[in-house]
Antibody, heavy 121, light 106 residues
Framework: QVQLQESGPGLVKPSETLSLTCIVF????????WSWIRQPPGKGLEWIGY???????NYNPSLKSRVTISVDTSKNQFSLKLNSVTAADTAVYYC???????????????WGQGTLVTVSS | DIQMTQSPSSLSASVGDRVTITCRAS??????LNWYQQKPGKAPKLLIY???SLQSGVPSRFRGGGSGTDFTLTISSLQPEDFATYYC????????FGPGTQVDVK
């Protein structure tokens, strides 16, 4: 059973960089895309971006200028960096596995439990 | 961006009721539509992918339908554990989610 676990600081100061890591247990990070999604308190879901184990990335256009997602296959983990954060970036951040196949649309089938990141001085 | 809308935004229902939630895309997305269930304080859970394919382990009372721009999620007989918020998501282009439909107790 694949499990994902997010880790990182729960508090980030405005203008600084938010950094999170997602470790994958119970399966290899290879052969899949891996994604970050966030959810501001009381609000809906926003896709941040995803990365293939090979390193290719795709980002939400609205966040693209501030986001970097990277992968470390040797540690079976991937990471998120979001720079120049403001209070609007306060959210629960989830990592997820992106499943797809021949003629099968992308879908997010395994999720981490989420980690709350608050942006405040 | 492809915009997703859902209706209703919330509904009240009783155990045993048949519940239908509608999701509409701002342009055709073929069958690139997924449905998720989220309970308070928990991560979303995949229910349906590719518009109508039931994710492994999900009860058969959940059914997805539609293609193009209009989609539905139907729960044939609502169970106590189904009270939650439901989100649609398109992955035809940069993924976007609908605003959610909250299903609560009548």
């Amino acid at each position: 059973q694949v499990q994902l676990q997010e880790s990182g600081p729960g508090l980030v100061k405005p203008s600084e960089t938010l950094s999170l890591t997602c470790i994958v247990f119970g399966g290899s990070i290879s052969d899949y895309y891996w994604s970050w999604i966030r959810q501001p308190p009381g609000k809906g879901l926003e896709w941040i971006g995803y990365i293939h184990y090979s390193g290719s990335t795709n980002y939400n256009p609205s966040l693209k200028s501030r986001v970097t997602i990277s992968v470390d296959t040797s540690k079976n983990q991937f990471s998120l960096k979001l720079n120049s954060v403001t209070a609007a970036d306060t959210a629960v951040y989830y990592c997820a596995r992106v499943n797809s196949g021949s003629k099968i649309p992308l879908h997010f089938d395994y999720w981490g439990q989420g980690t709350l990141v608050t942006v405040s001085s | 961006d492809i915009q997703m809308t859902q209706s209703p935004s919330s509904l009240s229902a009783s155990v045993g009721d048949r519940v239908t939630i509608t999701c509409r895309a701002s342009q055709s997305i073929s069958n690139y539509l997924n449905w998720y269930q989220q309970k308070p304080g928990k991560a979303p859970k995949l229910l349906i992918y590719a518009a109508s394919s039931l994710q492994s382990g999900v009860p058969s009372r959940f059914r997805g339908g539609g293609s193009g721009t209009d989609f539905t999620l139907t729960i044939s007989s609502l169970q106590p554990e189904d009270f939650a918020t439901y989100y649609c998501q398109q992955t035809y282009s940069a993924p976007t989610f609908g605003p959610g439909t909250q299903v609560d107790v009548k």
